[in-house]
């Protein structure tokens, strides 16, 4: 075997994590000669079946990808399109065409009856290649503004947890408490729900979710946390 | 340059003015995570030295026209709190701080990713809260492990030391007394796991086998250095691991 390290390892950046052979190394790290090293401070995920080897960063800001599902505030509303943070460091450009399909006669229309500055939208990028801001787009079914519920951020890199094995965890939540789930890849999860009792919990759940990612058996453990919390 | 030449480094056995053999080093503290709002930090402790570093970023560059467009933008500010030496310390910056930055910056932008940052900023503040000989050194210890702990994509940690001289005799990791009074000062940042050096400067005389014995000396306290910077930045996540109780 030509691997260094134990599945869910923690690495720092500079480790070794194995040399080219049965395993395909993927994710954050960077290769000289046939060795692979970390990138970054993370953790080894090892998919023995697949033969994969996969460094996850614990933490990190988002880097947007073509695809991805993003929540975003709009933070200013200008003449044919607005700005949206994204929890990047790239801010996220939403023109006007991504919207609407419908003509939108700018004189007598103003954009921010649409979608005005403080909004919360779920958006998928459409483009991003580091010379240009990413776009994004709220034109297909599904996306849009969310009216209401409460906004959780997390780390981005915890975001594939919080999902859980085809969206295993966010199930688990989402009928434990009769919540709904919007997740965004960026990190910005919102919770909306009737209840304000169990929208609180969701949002702890997902907290605990966060803290705990890199350890082992966590579904178990979140789902004997939401049943304490909620015969409390 | 003025020397007082009563003042005694080295007594009979061999010890220094704080009682450590040539060869050792001050004890060393690394801790990470300890600043909520920085999206990483550190705090390095090296003998009578505390310093903070905080890392942001990568993030939106301000003001924007000092954005690359290929890169990641590295920005690094050192400063001396005025209550960090005896004598206040005027809060401007002087041209010691403004080159020290600079030297920290250079000695850490090689084990940086930049590359994969386009367009944006990384900023590193490292404040000395006391100083005592050595903070350049402390500096780049806690900035790398705070880029570290913020997740940005690095080569390798950077540690550093300085190697002193007292009369002929190669001392590790002066402190202010030494580098006050000593005859030499060679501050040392390596990527010990690449073996790269990012630093190298040198106040006094060498010879060219003291510059390599220099370098021995250094590189074997960096690998003890990076062992504490490793064990910092593991911890915080090995503790919830155990506060789990769950072992794989």
Redesign the interface.
């Known amino acids: 075997m030509t691997l260094y390290v134990k599945d869910r390892q923690i690495v720092i950046p500079g480790d070794p994590i194995g040399e080219q052979g049965k395993f395909s190394i993927e994710g954050h790290v960077y290769r000289v000669n046939k060795k692979f090293f970390s990138k970054v401070l993370g953790v080894v995920y090892i998919d023995p079946d697949r033969k994969i080897v996969r460094v996850i960063p614990l933490k990190g800001k988002y880097i947007p990808v073509e695809g991805h599902r993003v929540v975003g505030k709009v933070v200013e509303v200008g003449l044919t399109n607005w700005i949206v943070d994204i929890n990047s460091p790239y801010e996220a450009i939403l023109p006007v065409s991504e919207v609407t399909s419908k003509p939108v006669n700018i004189s007598r229309n103003e954009l921010a009856k649409i979608l005005d500055e403080g909004d919360l939208i779920l958006a998928k990028v459409v483009s991003f290649d580091y010379t240009k801001d990413p776009v994004i787009s709220i034109k297909e079914s599904k996306l849009g503004k969310i009216p209401k519920g409460s906004l959780v951020e997390i780390s981005p890199q915890k975001v594939a947890r919080i999902i859980g094995r085809k969206g295993s965890m966010v199930s688990l939540i989402e009928e434990m408490l009769g919540v709904r789930l919007i997740v965004g890849q960026n990190g910005r999860i919102v919770v909306v729900g009737d209840d304000p009792l169990k929208e609180e919990i969701a949002v702890l759940a997902i907290k605990k979710i966060e803290a705990e990612a890199h350890i082992t058996g966590l579904t178990d453990r979140i789902r004997e946390f939401i049943e304490s919390r909620l015969r409390e | 340059m003025t020397k007082a030449k009563n003042v005694k480094l080295i007594d009979e056995n061999g010890r220094r003015t704080d009682g450590r053999l040539p060869d050792e080093m001050r004890p060393l503290r690394v801790e990470t995570g300890v600043l909520k709002n920085a ?2 930090s550190a705090y390095v402790e090296l003998g009578n030295n505390k310093v903070v570093a905080a890392v942001y ?4 560059v301000t003001p924007r026209h000092e954005a690359l ?1 290929d890169r990641a933008l590295l920005r690094c500010r050192y400063a001396m709190l005025p209550f960090s030496v005896a004598d206040r310390k005027s809060p401007q910056p002087t041209r010691r701080e403004i080159e020290l930055s600079k030297v920290i910056r250079e000695a850490l932008a090689p ?1 940086i ?1 930049l590359n994969e ?4 900023a990384i900023d590193v503040f490292i404040n000395v809260l006391e100083a005592d000989g050595g903070t350049r050194t402390a500096s780049i210890i806690a900035a790398s492990v705070a880029l ?10 950077v540690a550093a030391i300085a190697v002193g001289k007292i009369g002929d005799i190669l001392v590790l990791d002066i402190n202010g007394l030494e580098d006050q009074y000593g005859d030499g000062d060679m501050p040392i940042a390596m ?4 073996g790269e050096i990012t630093l190298i400067q040198a106040d006094g005389v060498y010879s060219p086998q003291e510059v390599e014995q220099a370098v021995a000396m250094a590189s074997r306290a960096i690998k003890r250095i990076y062992e504490e910077q ?1 064990k910092a ?2 911890s915080k ?2 503790a ?2 155990l506060e ?1 109780g ?1 072992d ?1």
């Open positions: 999206d990483g970023g990568p993030r939106e467009s084990a990713f940052y386009p367009r944006t570290a702990d913020a997740g940005i994509a690095m080569r390798d940690l990527m010990p796991k690449v490793v930045l593991k996540y090995e919830v691991r789990v769950k794989e």
